[in-house]
């Protein structure tokens, strides 16, 4: 069973910093791996979806990377702003693609003005 | 474009009724799949549902069923509603199945 992983729970750093939020997960036959962002009681914004068989993407200020063999994926946030405060949410689709996500419980994330 | 829209936003039953949510896909997607997102957890995979049959489904038992419409919209039907399934219920549509996922805002479901 496909369990995914993130650290840290919460963090909190001061507007500008770089940050980087860590995503694991137990079995690498995975299709793709999605990173999300939620905002307290809303649904879901789609960050980045990175294929199995790609290393990063970057949007913007946002850079993911995926490292299928040891099971990690990471989403750096550059120059962080107080706008970034959210959950982000790593979630990963099993090969075959044919069954929905396995979701991490997030990392709450604080940008302090 | 039109995102994934999803009715109602709240709504408060009580225990052993019956509930159905909707959500109306984004244009031009054939697959939706429905998630459950408990307080303080990750959302958890209910079923998916392509081009209007369930073709994968999660650890959820068969009073939690679904229906997918020529159109591509959906409906959540729950029956015998239990304390525990109070959550934040999310609908996703992409563009084939295994296609990046995009999500409604949610329907908020209290059980009493």
Known sequence: ?113 | ETGVTQSPTHLIKTRGQQVTLRCSSQSGHNTVSWYQQALGQGPQFIFQYYREEENGRGNFPPRFSGLQFPNYSSELNVNALELDDSALYLCASSLDRPGEQFFGPGTRLTVL
């Not at chain 1, 729970?9 to 980087?20: H, I, R």
């Not at chain 1, 990175?50 to 200020?61: L, M, P």
Request: proline fraction near 5%; hydrophobic fraction near 35%.
């Open chain 1, 1 to 113: 069973k496909q369990e995914v992983t993130q650290i840290p729970a919460a963090l909190s750093v001061p507007e500008g910093e770089n940050l980087v939020l860590n995503c694991s997960f137990t079995d690498s036959a995975i299709y793709n791996l999605q990173w999300f962002r939620q905002d307290p009681g809303k649904g879901l914004t789609s960050l980045l979806l990175i294929q199995s068989s790609q290393r990063e993407q970057t949007s913007g200020r946002l850079n993911a990377s995926l490292d299928k063999s040891s099971g990690r994926s990471t989403l750096y946030i550059a120059a962080s702003q107080p706008g970034d405060s959210a959950t982000y949410l790593c979630a990963v689709r099993p090969a075959g693609g044919a069954d929905g996500l396995t979701f991490g419980k997030g990392t709450h994330l604080i940008i302090q003005p």
